[in-house]
């Protein structure tokens, strides 16, 4: 069943146990029309049974994503168009679950913007809009939601990071060292928050066939070409997984786990150029 949220609700968005003792456990996901986000909100649906409030700025296709959803598993979804850089986003979504009976248990941060080419040749605005969206939103979000989750003594935050959160990246520059933020906020709060129920991971697929690197203009790069995209679903599963076993970075596909490691411990004086000459563009552009 498909939910549309009220344009108008006026409800407490507390996060204590009493609260959640009348309420259920419930989804969260942002970026969820398409690609990961969409995956993941599909593969956790499934296993946990739990409603899904989908989240993403387009109304239409967000739309017809959680009907598609609802109809597969039979799970109650929301689909609720939002802008979360938006200073308020947190209170609409909370106040939403709220006025739905819900509580988020399981927050998945997924969405995000990229940036190919020269950071000098960006405008200032897709910088603000990528530190916006990347870096600041996810933090209130996971911000927000925490203190209820810690509340609860219940819970968990899945934020979508990448593999190149390991290395600065040359002609992704503002969009790798975004994800490194992602990484090491997330492993710092993992060990804040260790033996009080509650936990937080971090994803680092490397490319993923989407249209992420298209939108960002990196399929002219050289690593679009080299390295092998996984599957969305592929990166679902291999999430669902990790999140089980308790992973507190989780590396999908089978040669993800390898490359992190040499990101890790290469002396950036090689890895440097090497990853700016994967991401640098060589191609006519395909879109």
């Known amino acids: 069943m498909v939910t549309t949220p009220p344009e108008e609700v006026s409800v407490s968005a507390g996060g204590s146990r009493e609260g959640a003792a009348s309420s259920r456990p419930a989804l969260?996901?942002?970026?969820?029309?398409?690609?990961?986000?969409?995956?993941?909100?599909?593969?956790?649906?499934?296993?946990?049974?739990?409603?899904?409030?989908?989240?993403?700025?387009?109304?239409?296709?967000?739309?017809?994503?959680?009907?598609?959803?609802?109809?597969?598993?039979?799970?109650?979804?929301?689909?609720?168009?939002?802008?979360?850089t938006r200073a308020d986003a947190s209170q609409i979504i909370a106040t939403t679950l709220a006025a739905n009976g819900l509580h988020a248990e399981i927050l998945i941060n997924n969405a995000g913007v990229g940036l190919g080419g020269e950071f000098a040749g960006h405008s200032e605005a897709a910088i603000a809009n990528l530190v916006?969206?990347?870096?600041?939103?996810?933090?209130?979000?996971?911000?927000?939601?925490?203190t209820g989750m810690l509340a609860r003594r219940s819970g968990g935050i899945i934020n979508i990071g990448s593999l190149g959160g390991f290395a600065p990246g040359p002609y992704q520059a503002a969009y790798y060292a975004s994800k490194a933020y992602?990484?090491?906020?997330?492993?710092?709060?993992?060990?804040?928050?260790?033996?009080?129920?509650?936990?937080?991971?971090?994803?680092?697929?490397?490319?993923?066939?989407?249209?992420?690197?298209?939108?960002m203009g990196a399929n002219e790069s050289f690593y679009r070409k080299l390295m092998p995209a996984m599957a969305a679903d592929a990166v679902a599963r291999a999430t669902w997984r990790g999140w089980r076993m308790g992973f507190r970075v989780i590396h999908p596909g089978l040669f993800t786990p390898v490359l992190a490691l040499t990101m890790r411990i290469l002396p950036w004086m090689l890895l440097v150029p090497i990853v700016g000459w994967l991401l640098q563009k060589r191609y006519a552009s395909n879109t």
Request: glycine share 8%; net charge positive; hydrophobic share 45%.
């Open 132 to 146: 916006d969206l990347n870096v600041r939103a996810l933090t209130l979000l996971t911000r927000h939601f925490l």
């Open 28 to 84: 969260v996901v942002t970026g969820a029309s398409e690609g990961i986000g969409l995956a993941i909100a599909s593969v956790f649906a499934a296993k946990t049974g739990h409603p899904v409030m989908m989240i993403a700025r387009r109304s239409e296709p967000l739309e017809a994503a959680a009907r598609t959803i609802a109809d597969r598993h039979g799970v109650t979804t929301i689909p609720l168009s939002l802008d979360i």
């Open 182 to 215: 992602v990484a090491s906020l997330t492993r710092a709060l993992s060990d804040e928050t260790a033996g009080r129920g509650v936990r937080l991971c971090v994803v680092t697929p490397g490319p993923v066939e989407t249209a992420f690197h298209a939108r």
